[in-house]
């Protein structure tokens, strides 16, 4: 069955610097859209940033320019490396799939598999 490991959250000050990972397995993991989410206490889930097949990304308004999401399909492997971290970056991270090679929204409610969630804590 498809599974989605979520590694690399951590604390870190303002600044700092984290890179998570997603190892997925149980599917081809090149031919679906990726996307990391996160959800911080009392809040809904949001969409940080997706990629497509085709390597096109896209990023909520409030993390572009800090964070950069990739995927290695030779390693089955999502990233998403965050730099220039802000207190309000804290939340658990969730990589998700969704079964269509386009990304085009970031509903979570379109994507189909769930990673568990690492936790990213960011203090000022």
């Known amino acids: 069955q498809v599974q989605l490991v979520e590694s690399g959250g951590g604390s870190v000050q303002t600044g700092g610097s984290l890179r998570l990972s997603c190892a997925a397995s149980?599917?081809?993991?090149?031919?679906?859209?990726m996307g990391w989410f996160r959800q911080a206490p009392g809040k809904e889930r949001e969409g940080v940033a997706h990629?497509?097949?085709?390597?096109?990304?896209n990023y909520a308004d409030s993390v572009k320019g800090r964070l950069t999401i990739s995927r290695d399909s030779a390693k089955g492997t999502l990233y998403l490396q965050m730099n220039s971290l802000k207190p309000e970056d804290t939340a658990m991270y969730y990589c998700?799939?969704?079964?269509?090679?386009?990304?085009?929204?970031?509903?979570?409610?379109?994507?189909?598999?769930w990673g568990q969630g690492t936790q990213v804590t960011v203090s000022s």
């Open positions: 990629i497509n097949t085709s390597g096109a990304t």
């Open positions: 149980g599917y081809i993991f090149s031919t679906y859209c």
């Open positions: 998700a799939a969704k079964r269509t090679p386009y990304c085009l929204s970031f509903a979570p409610t379109d994507y189909s598999y």
